[in-house]
């Protein structure tokens, strides 16, 4: 079975630009999470979805930030324009019950 | 507002011998989940383990047992006969149940390092 697959792996972009990151959950799994992860603030809830709607942006840091799930089987979420301070990791979860399973984090590097 | 607190930012322990992480957690919660998750060095989240408050009966996977203590919101992760590849951050986390409506939201604690050494 495939796990949560996220892509890219790394990105580098340049301050200003727009990033996109990618996340196909599990199959069958309606319930999905954004997540980002920094040395100062650690891990932290951005957005969910359930069944591709979004139930909980609070997290969400700023208007520069968006998420989307126009179906099932895919999420993307969207910064722009992108700031120094937005490298981080950012990871995609799903889950049909309490437990969630990762994918491998997107290392997002903004110059 | 739930709080997940671990209190040791890093352990360190012997191949084959026996680390105990502490994690403690603040709700009014009655019913709600535990788990403990491992980040090794290639970053991936894994799930090492789950607790239902519900349930008075510790979880044990392989290695890995907890000991809950619902009264004292404390919940600790035993690594048995550590290995070398048990070298990880781990995190423990807290979720309220699935009848309230923050089902799904995790509030995750900072994290203990562990470092296995041979």
């Known amino acids: 079975d495939a796990g949560v697959i996220q892509s890219p792996r790394h990105e580098v972009t340049e301050m200003g630009q727009e990033v996109t990151l990618r996340c196909k959950p599990i199959s069958g799994h309606d319930y999905l999470f954004w997540y980002r992860q920094t040395m100062m603030r650690g891990l932290e809830l951005l957005i969910y979805?359930?069944?591709?709607?979004?139930?909980?942006d609070s997290g969400m840091p700023e208007d520069r930030f968006s998420a989307k799930m126009p179906n099932a089987s895919f999420s993307t979420l969207k910064i722009q324009p992108s700031e120094p301070r937005d490298s981080a990791v950012y990871f995609c979860?799903?889950?049909?019950?309490?437990?969630?399973?990762f994918g491998p984090g997107t290392r997002l590097t903004v110059l | 507002a739930q709080t997940v607190t671990q209190s040791q930012p890093e352990m360190s322990v012997q191949e084959a011998e026996t680390v105990t992480l502490s994690c403690t957690y603040d709700?009014?919660?009655?019913?709600?989940?535990l788990f403990w998750y491992k980040q090794p060095p290639s970053r991936q989240m894994i799930l090492v383990i789950r607790?239902?408050?519900?349930?008075?009966q510790n979880a044990t996977e392989n290695r890995f047992s907890v000991n809950f203590q619902k009264a004292a919101k404390s919940f600790s992760l035993k690594i048995s006969d550590s290995q070398l590849g048990d070298t990880a951050m781990y995190f423990c986390a807290f979720m309220k149940h699935y009848t309230t409506d923050s089902w799904g939201k995790f509030q995750f604690g900072a994290g203990t390092q562990v470092v296995v050494t041979p």
């Open positions: 979805f359930n069944n591709n709607v979004p139930i909980d």
């Open positions: 709700t009014s919660e009655n019913n709600y989940y």
């Open positions: 979860a799903s889950s049909n019950g309490p437990e969630q399973f």
């Open positions: 607790q239902e408050a519900y349930k008075q």
